[in-house]
């Protein structure tokens, strides 16, 4: 089989497909300033889910401390 029958028969998945939770949880990892610069961007949901309260109960700042970013 070729890559390109491969490619045919997978399926394409949408990531608005999934619930807002999971996507939360993706978010949630990918750090502050990657919420803040890019991920808000992506989507209307996205952004919606980026700011949300709990999204930023904690923020860790350490690296700012040192200089790090």
């Known amino acids: 089989m070729v ?7 997978q399926e394409e ?3 608005l497909d999934l619930p807002s939770d999971v996507t939360f949880n993706i ?5 502050m ?7 808000q961007k992506v989507c ?3 952004r ?3 700011k949300d309260p709990t999204m930023w109960r904690v923020i ?5 401390f ?3 970013i």
């Not at 890559?3 to 028969?9: A, G, M, P, R, T």
């Not at 978010?27 to 750090?31: A, P």
């Not at 300033?33 to 991920?39: H, K, Q, S, Y």
């Open 33 to 39: 300033v990657d919420i803040l610069e890019n991920a």
């Open 66 to 68: 040192f200089g790090i």
């Open 27 to 31: 978010l949630n990892r990918i750090g």
């Open 3 to 9: 890559l390109s029958e491969l490619n045919l028969k």
């Open 13 to 15: 998945r949408n990531w």
């Open 60 to 64: 860790n700042m350490i690296c700012f």
């Open 44 to 46: 209307t949901a996205w």
């Open 48 to 50: 919606k889910i980026c």
